[in-house]
């Protein structure tokens, strides 16, 4: 069942967001860029994290004004602004003080939250993200990251694609993701829930002005950062740099490439820390693996595979099922592309995931 939206008033607009599960303490989840609530409740890789961190903590989730369920704006929001949108949530949630998990831009806000308004933040838990605009990784301590120029032209062309065929969401952010059947077809509708076209180029404007590095000496909360090795988006040199910067900050660094964690075959892992930094004890065993290129394969395709793998012919595999050459060639060109291989010598060394 999908939780019901409800909606906190701010002097800006209407906040949608959802509260699951009872328990305490609470967490409030710091959107991204951009989002939508009520619609990724259609795919099991971004609810089934939902359901098992609400399993043991109260799980409150939101999307910014400007973004998916929430009120538009038409003017841009500076950090005090998206501040104020947080406190409303919990206000309306009736949550007097939370942990923060924020994600990719939802971090600067975060920090930002934890040294204004500290008395309302428990903890920070920051997954995949930076300080902002200010940040200089070190290159030589915490590794590569790319100039102001550099992200400035990089996020334009994120922004460029959008909702495009040739969006950077699915290759870049969620790379994980495109083993999922249909994702390609899906993720476009996402992110125009999420935000039209022109929104995101406004909301990449605005978020390219946010910067919480002054203030990360003030944050005296308990903070986990987390961060995968391969990020192509906001490099692990960004995560470096924070639990470098933040008094007492643990680094995790999970392997993976996704930006997006929260939909990554490590979730797992990042929800196990998230409760061991809250101090909490999981009520729900793990229940979430990350779908890899075999797991899309259907019974059929799965066999084929491997008798092609065992060295089998086309009309060997056809005679075997009792179906025709055509079908194997057929089921043949699924399995290559789901899989990624062009051949039946790279299908042959292919190993399961």
């Known amino acids: 069942m999908i939780p019901p939206i409800r909606f906190a008033a701010s002097s800006r607009g209407g906040i949608a967001y959802q509260s699951v599960g009872d328990h305490e303490p609470s967490l409030l989840v710091v959107p991204p860029l951009a989002q939508n609530i009520e619609k990724m409740w259609e795919q099991p890789s971004f609810w089934r994290p939902i359901r098992r961190l609400a399993s043991t903590v109260r799980f409150v989730h939101y999307d910014k004004l400007g973004t998916g369920a929430s009120d538009p704006v038409s003017e841009p929001a500076g950090l005090d602004d998206r501040i104020a949108e947080l406190i409303a949530v919990l206000d309306h949630a009736g ?12 971090g600067v806000i975060a920090l930002a939250a934890a040294a204004q308004v500290p008395e309302r933040v428990a903890g920070l838990i920051l997954l995949g ?20 120029e550099e992200t400035l032209r990089y996020f334009t062309a994120v922004a460029d694609s959008w909702a495009e065929p040739s969006s950077l969401v699915l290759p870049d952010f969620a790379p994980s993701l495109r083993w999922v059947p249909g994702m390609d077809t899906w993720l476009p509708a996402y992110e125009r829930a999420a935000a039209s076209p022109a929104m995101i180029h406004a909301l990449l404007a605005s978020s390219l002005r946010l910067d919480s590095t002054p203030l990360l000496g003030e944050i005296s909360q308990p903070t986990l950062v987390m961060h995968l090795s391969g990020d192509r988006v906001i490099p692990v040199s960004h995560g470096r740099f924070l639990a470098d ?11 993976g490439d996704d930006h997006f964690a929260w939909v990554s075959p490590s979730i797992d892992e990042v929800i196990d820390e998230v409760f061991t930094v809250m101090g909490v004890e999981a009520q729900a065993g793990r229940r979430y693996r990350g779908l890899t290129p075999w797991d899309t394969l259907t019974t059929a395709e799965r066999r084929v595979a491997r008798l092609v793998q065992r060295g089998f012919t086309n009309a060997e595999v056809a005679r075997s099922s009792g179906g025709s050459v055509r079908t194997v060639e057929t089921q043949l060109t699924r399995i290559y592309a789901k899989l990624d291989v062009r051949s039946r010598t790279e299908l042959a060394i292919r190993p399961e995931d």
């Open 129 to 148: 993200t930076s300080s902002g605009t200010g940040a200089r990784p070190d290159p030589d301590r915490h590794g590569p990251a790319r100039s102001p």
């Open 245 to 255: 910067a933040i008094d007492g900050a643990r680094l995790v660094v999970l392997d």
């Open 95 to 106: 949550v007097e003080q939370a942990w923060l998990l924020g994600l990719s831009e939802g």
